[in-house]
């Protein structure tokens, strides 16, 4: 069994931040709250709960169809699910693994028909409307955790995995997968480019696809 591992913000999709595209929408930013998270003064949690504030400050009564509905214009990269069929095509499990939302995670893995798909939770309730609460499933400065949980439930070592990643939070996965492949990485990703095995700048992620084949060998 093999297992490919993606991030989702700028690697299955062309915009790097699934956050950053609703507070853009909003007029809003998260910048403070980012520099906070960095510096270890605030959890997972508590940097998703300002981020909703801040929305819910513009849109009395938001809802999850509100989201779904912004996320909705979210653009999916070229040869996703090429890719995505050719993997499974020859018997490998796939997954998202992302800090991103999941309102746009769940859509993206039904339309690539994922195997799994981890994000974190923006919290409606029972009608629909934004609680205010994020949950946390994927530790944005330990993605490693989750991609550990999914090899133990298919019973593989990191030999049998690949993760796909374009920023340093993604650079954790890559010491839980035997290739690591940093997608359209910036300079500054430093760590990430540090930790992968391949590096290249590409439009369509069937590039990539020469790189996977080694993992079936």
């Not at 510096?39 to 509100?66: N, P, Q, Y």
């Not at 439009?203 to 080694?214: A, G, K, N, Q, V």
Request: with cysteine; aromatic share 6%.
């Amino acid at each position: 069994m093999k297992l490919v591992v993606f991030d989702m913000d700028g690697v299955l999709t062309e915009y790097f931040s699934s956050w950053v595209w609703v507070h853009e929408h909003f007029g809003t930013d998260n910048d403070e709250s980012l520099r906070l998270y960095m510096e270890g003064k605030i959890d997972d949690e508590e940097f998703m709960r300002r981020d909703i504030a801040l929305w819910t400050s513009r849109k009395e009564g938001l809802t999850g169809k509100h989201l779904e509905d912004i996320l909705a214009q979210v653009p999916i990269r070229k040869g996703a699910k090429e890719l995505v069929d050719w993997l499974h095509s020859r018997g490998a499990k796939t997954a998202i693994v992302s800090g991103g939302i999941d309102i746009l995670a769940n859509r993206i893995g039904k339309e690539l028909g994922m195997d799994y798909v981890f994000s974190n939770i923006v919290e409606v309730d029972e009608e629909g409307k934004v609680t205010g609460r994020g949950l946390s499933r994927v530790k944005l400065k330990d993605k490693a955790e989750t991609v550990r949980k999914i090899r133990g439930e298919l019973g593989i070592g990191p030999e049998d995995c690949a993760a796909v990643g374009d920023t340093n939070i993604d650079a954790s996965m890559f010491t839980e997968c035997g290739l690591g492949i940093a997608l359209n990485p910036k300079e500054s990703a430093r760590s990430l480019i540090d930790a992968a095995d391949v590096v290249i700048n590409a439009d369509s992620l069937m590039d990539i696809r020469p790189y996977l084949e080694t993992l079936f060998d």
